[in-house]
């Protein structure tokens, strides 16, 4: 090393991560059943869980980690699409 030249720091190897991600597409959706999602009742409800449910088996999700849903509400011609994605 030469004056001033400070030694560059160690950085720790970078680890791939798995894609963890899974999108939903509940389709189109009447008002009466969105209003019951955002209250977190009816069916659309029940289909995200299960969803859920079945990615954390698939990809071996312990029981005790939490998973999170995001669900997206968009309009077409005054109905609604349900799109969902947990992580």
Same mark, same amino acid.
């Given at each position: 090393? #030469? =004056?001033g030249d400070s030694p560059q720091p160690q950085l720790p190897a970078a680890t791939p991560m798995p894609n963890l991600g899974? +999108? !939903?597409d509940l389709g189109r959706q009447p008002r009466t059943h969105i209003k019951r999602l955002k209250?977190? =009742?009816g $069916? !659309?409800?029940a289909q995200i869980q299960a969803a @859920? #449910? #079945?990615a954390r088996k698939e990809l071996g +999700?312990?029981?005790d980690k939490e +998973? @999170?849903?995001v669900v997206l509400l968009y309009s077409i011609d005054n109905d609604y699409v349900v799109l969902s $994605?947990?992580?």
């Amino acid at each position: 090393m #030469e =004056d001033g030249d400070s030694p560059q720091p160690q950085l720790p190897a970078a680890t791939p991560m798995p894609n963890l991600g899974l +999108i !939903l597409d509940l389709g189109r959706q009447p008002r009466t059943h969105i209003k019951r999602l955002k209250q977190a =009742d009816g $069916r !659309l409800t029940a289909q995200i869980q299960a969803a @859920v #449910e #079945e990615a954390r088996k698939e990809l071996g +999700i312990a029981a005790d980690k939490e +998973i @999170v849903p995001v669900v997206l509400l968009y309009s077409i011609d005054n109905d609604y699409v349900v799109l969902s $994605r947990q992580a």
